[in-house]
């Protein structure tokens, strides 16, 4: 099982994925990766802006 954790700071979204291997344990499967995710300056417009974090989260969902 993977779990998604999202966070939301000045800089951007964070976030961390999870899996629970079989025995139990849990490991951040995104430790030494990419963990933030910053909109490009020219996102004014807040539609937008939205837009472009849900195709990310989507490309970070589809990528694991």
Not at 30 to 48: F, G, H
Request: charged letters at 35%; glycine letters at 4%; one cysteine or more.
């Amino acid at each position: 099982m993977k779990i998604l954790g999202i966070r939301n700071c000045s800089e951007g979204i964070r976030y961390c994925i999870l899996e629970i291997e079989t025995s139990g344990d849990v490991i951040c499967k995104n430790l030494d990766k990419e963990n933030l995710i910053q909109v490009p300056k020219e996102y004014e417009n807040c539609e937008d802006m939205l837009i472009w974090y849900k195709n990310e989260i989507n490309r970070i969902i589809d990528s694991e």
